[in-house]
């Protein structure tokens, strides 16, 4: 069985991209999003700039995480993080652009919306997005950056909230319980229901029809 490491050993571990940048004095920020999946709603990106210290603990990959931990990180997060952004596309533009567009529009609203200059973005996974700074795509970026790792949480938890606020407004899709995600509950519904205004026309084609 491999041991524990502690803490500490983590989050060294977790800031191994950060580290050189910051020993340069360079601001780096973090980029992430939520939501490429799902048969409705919003894909959400978030961009923040975490400092070199305090480091947080617990950050850690959001689909590591249980929804408390991410909810209690989320708080934290905000308090700590220099600057943080959001980009949101909605359906009917995920459908207009095709999920990678509307995603890579996401990363760019959200940098925007930060309103801060950094050096250097750390982006998961995406490459060639315009942003006037340096950009250093990393796949799997939640797993290996304590940055895209801190965005990976903020933007799970802002979309997941508003998932559950459609839950109120179309209950019969039970939002809280599946986010939007294709579980067979969420996909009874719709072919009980048909599509409601939040779905995706160009994701649910095989579960209804049109």
């Known amino acids: 069985m491999r041991a524990r490491i502690s803490e500490s050993k983590r989050l060294f571990l977790l800031t191994e991209n950060e580290r050189p940048l910051w020993s340069d004095n360079l601001v780096v920020a973090g980029m992430d999003e939520v939501g490429r999946g799902p048969l409705a709603g919003p894909v959400v990106a ?15 990959d959001s689909k590591k995480l249980s929804a408390k931990k991410r909810s209690s990180l989320y708080d934290t997060i905000l308090k700590t993080a220099a600057a943080v952004g959001f980009g949101w596309v909605f359906e009917s533009d995920i459908d207009r652009l095709n999920i990678l567009n509307a995603t890579r529009l996401a990363f760019e609203l959200a940098y925007e919306d930060m309103q801060a200059n950094c050096d250097v973005a750390l982006i998961d996974a995406v490459k060639g997005l315009a942003l006037p700074c340096k950009q250093i795509p990393i796949i799997h970026g939640d797993v290996l950056s304590y940055s895209i790792a801190a965005a990976s949480i903020v933007a799970k938890v802002t979309r997941d909230r508003y998932m559950e606020g459609m839950d109120s407004r179309y209950p019969e899709y039970h939002f809280s319980n599946n986010k939007g995600y294709g579980t067979a509950e969420h996909i009874e519904a719709l072919r009980i229901y048909g599509p409601c205004p939040i779905h995706r026309t160009t994701f649910i084609g095989k579960f209804v029809s049109r």
Not at 46 to 60: A, D, F, Q, R, T
């Open 46 to 60: 978030c961009c923040l700039i975490m400092p070199p210290k305090p480091l947080v603990e617990g950050i850690n």
